[in-house]
């Protein structure tokens, strides 16, 4: 019988359609029986079996040891971190937000946390009490507000509506996870220039105990990797395919290799085009180039002076490097 | 020592402390071992938490105590109709004292406070009380420390600076101390604002005034996030006053690295301290303070003079003390807190100065030339003999504790034996007794000193 390995995923929430999103970009389409079932597979990789749970429960999983791999908020994982985790992939480029300290916009006196600081102390002196900071990351914040000197505060643990704290008069001040202000701004709070406590996204974690026991787990973990290494390297680039009209094959792979913006991966694929006999004696060539896709206008400017027309750019699915650098770090982080 | 050893002698000097301190006047008090956190969070600032043991009950926040100032304060405001109030403590305190890889939970801390007096006497009263506890341990090479937080504050008003300021300056002293001004003058410019969008000539008044009503404009309420409207104008008003407040930086990072350099005995200490805050009231109550304790038998020479003593400046209010031994380590502390009550009640400020005893580190100090006590034991050879069972009730009749000696049980050299013969007569040093004889036994076991 073979190992499975349990691949913790979100059930809902703001990241768990994106995660599904993500896997299927990376060739790992998710298979879900019916919406109500919390189990599930991916058909690519036999020994995987899929637990779908709550985005916290995505982390206590892995930690416990349920599930050895697990797909969750990095704001999550950095709130409860646990010896035995590990953060495989910290950045998997979706289900961006920021955890902040926001405070009232009344509070126009308050730009900084130095600020923050000093009307704590009022607090203490002139209300004889802590000021009171509402916020469903209690670790994070407390360190944070340590970080920045402040030392007097109340922490008031809430599990929702916490941007609405300070106006029902529960808190003074907020720390919440926000992705574009606009819920802070509808409820009278600003962001503080230097309260951002974390920028997240969504990330892979493990269970280091279990991988580094199963050489299963260390299978499946390096084909996962090597698909998201591929679809995150891939989203960069695009396949560039221009046809070029030149003396010869080796003429127009000089031209291109010669230019930062048109080298490619590894160099230039050329062919020369079949034409029907026209009376001229032009030769043309197909060359075909993987590009990095934020240069794309330079890249077709430089093109035409070469003699390029007709450039044709499709986005790049999946680039599979010599190996999957997350997994070598993986394995150096394991030994 | 063992563990066992140590507790054995805490509890002796725990008990010999108490008579101490109840000599003094002070009543014991038994406090409770869980609190809410949020009390010992208010006395000490949020970052002790990673210390406290805490953990929750029907969603209130509880923690086992790290000390009792904090719940005697409480108890102070709370329920009692004293005006002073003179209480000690005797008990377990829980703290993660986790160390190089060491853990260390709970130590056993003996305290007095004495609440309710501003008066310096109450000052040298506690001090002279710590002192006490220390001489009568036989602590050889003790030394008392002491500082003062309210001298260095009383110096720095004459700068007209505001208090935050005043605060921030003294929490980050030591990096003038350590000769790193840059560092000091980075923060400084985080905290302190460089310019003033409000017009400098403006008078405080009509700038509280237009302040309150540009607040005004568009918020729908008086009150967001615990602060008012003139909370906040009050504020504005009081950076703009710190931009003026740059300018006397320069005099005031001199004065505090002069300040920081001062330490030793009291003669010289407070002759250099006069030089540096001439006119200082506090000063001259100061050193009150240590000629009384002059006058009281403490010898000068193991008294140092440390004007930066003070860790906690949120805390303490007055005179800062600690009692070291000669290695350094510390076996008291305590100070003055006279806002502390204030804080944790609805009382206005009440004064307030106590100190705790690390009785752990006590009994690490104390001379180890004690005499180790003699036992008693009385051998059960013959367990099923009634005459054992006759003399231990017979010794201990007369208040002699004796210990039956199992089979299997080691003793020390030192302790005294006790053995039955086949007669049933007791044997001590070679002599034997009947029971009709208890009292020459007795006699003969008094004669030892245990």
């Known amino acids: ?335 | 020592m063992t563990d066992f050893q140590r507790a054995k002698r805490i509890r002796e000097i725990s008990f010999a402390l108490e008579q101490i301190m109840t000599g003094f006047g002070y009543t014991t008090l038994e406090m409770p071992i869980i609190e809410t956190a949020e009390l010992f969070l208010t006395k000490a600032g949020d970052q002790i938490i990673e210390k406290l043991f805490t953990f929750e009950r029907y969603g209130r926040q509880l923690s086992l105590r790290p000390e009792f100032t904090a719940a005697a304060a409480y108890h102070y405001a709370t329920q009692t109709k004293e005006t002073v109030a003179r209480w000690q403590f005797h008990g377990a305190v829980f703290e993660d004292y986790t160390q190089n890889g060491t853990s260390d939970y709970q130590r056993y801390s003996i305290g007095a406070e004495l609440i309710g007096s501003n008066s310096i006497a109450a000052d040298i009263e506690i001090v002279l009380l710590a002192l006490q506890g220390v001489i009568s341990q036989n602590v050889n090479g003790w030394t008392l420390k002491v500082g003062h937080s309210g001298v260095i504050r009383e110096a720095l008003g004459r700068f007209n600076i505001d208090a935050r300021t005043e605060r921030f300056i003294l929490t980050h002293r030591n990096l003038i101390q350590d000769g790193d001004v840059s560092a000091f003058r980075t923060l400084l410019d985080r905290y302190l604002p460089t310019k003033s969008e409000l017009s400098l000539e403006t008078d405080d008044e009509s700038l509280t005034q237009m302040l309150l009503a540009t607040l005004g404009n568009g918020q729908i309420n008086n009150t967001m996030g615990g602060r008012t409207r003139e909370d906040i104008a009050t504020r504005i008003l009081r950076k703009h006053k710190q931009v003026n407040e740059r300018e006397q930086i320069d005099d005031v990072v001199d004065l505090i690295t002069q300040w920081t350099k001062i330490h030793g005995q009291p003669a010289s200490a407070f002759h250099e301290l006069k030089q540096l805050l001439p006119d200082s009231t506090l000063l001259q109550q100061w050193e009150n303070i240590i000629s009384q304790l002059e006058t009281y038998g403490i010898p000068l020479e193991q008294i140092e003079i440390h004007p930066d003593l003070v860790r906690n400046w949120d805390y303490y209010t007055g005179i800062v003390f600690e009692i070291v031994d000669r290695e350094g380590n510390s076996l008291c502390g305590g100070g003055r807190y006279d806002e502390l009550i204030g804080l944790i009640s609805d009382r206005v400020s009440v004064p307030a100065v106590g100190f705790a005893y690390d009785a752990t580190a006590l009994a690490d100090a104390i001379k180890q030339t004690a005499n180790v006590s003699q036992r008693l034991f009385l051998h059960a050879q013959n367990a099923d003999s009634s005459a054992i069972w006759q003399w231990l009730h017979l010794i201990r009749q007369h208040d002699i504790p004796v210990t039956l000696l199992m089979p299997e049980q080691n003793i020390d050299p030192n302790d005294l034996q006790l053995s039955i013969d086949l007669s049933g007569r007791v044997i001590f040093n070679k002599n034997s007794y009947e029971t009709n004889d208890i009292e020459k036994l007795i006699a003969e076991i008094r004669k030892y000193d245990r």
């Open chain 1, 1 to 335: 019988m073979t190992d499975k390995v349990t691949l913790a995923l979100p059930s809902k929430g703001a990241i768990a359609e994106p995660t599904y999103n993500f896997l299927k970009d990376c060739s790992l389409k998710i298979h879900k029986p019916n919406e109500r079932q919390y189990v599930g597979r991916i058909p690519k990789i036999a020994e995987v079996e899929v637990l779908f749970q709550r985005v916290k429960d995505v982390l206590y999983k892995v930690s416990d040891g349920t599930a050895q791999l697990g797909i969750t908020g990095y704001d999550v994982v950095k709130e409860n971190f646990h010896q035995d985790l590990l953060v495989i992939h910290p950045q998997l480029g979706y289900g961006h937000c920021q955890l902040v300290v926001a405070v009232p916009e009344m509070w126009a006196d308050v730009t900084s946390m130095a600020d923050v600081l000093d009307v704590s102390l009022d607090f203490r002196e002139q209300k004889y009490r802590n000021i009171r900071v509402a916020t469903t990351y209690p670790n994070m914040t407390r360190e944070f507000l340590h970080q920045n000197g402040i030392h007097h505060f109340t922490i008031v643990k809430a599990d929702g509506a916490i941007e609405a704290a300070p106006t029902i008069g529960y808190a003074d001040f907020v720390v919440d996870l926000t992705q574009t202000g606009t819920t802070l701004r509808e409820n009278h709070l600003k962001i503080i220039g230097d309260g951002i406590i974390v920028d997240s996204q969504a990330c892979l974690i493990g269970n280091k105990r279990l991988i580094a026991s199963s050489k299963t787990a260390q299978n499946v973990l390096r084909t996962i990797l090597e698909h998201m290494d591929a679809a995150i390297v891939g989203r960069k680039y695009m396949q560039v395919t221009v046809n070029i009209c030149g003396n010869s094959a080796e003429d127009i792979g000089n031209k291109l290799d010669s230019h930062d913006l048109t080298r490619g991966l590894e160099g230039p694929t050329i062919a020369p085009i079949y034409s029907a006999p026209s009376g001229s004696s032009e030769k043309w060539y197909t060359a075909t180039l993987t590009l990095q896709s934020n240069t794309m206008m330079d890249v077709v400017d430089y093109l035409r002076t070469i003699g390029g027309t007709q450039i044709v750019a499709t986005p790049v699915h999946s680039v599979f490097m010599p190996e999957s650098e997350t997994y070598k770090r993986v394995l150096d982080a394991l030994r």
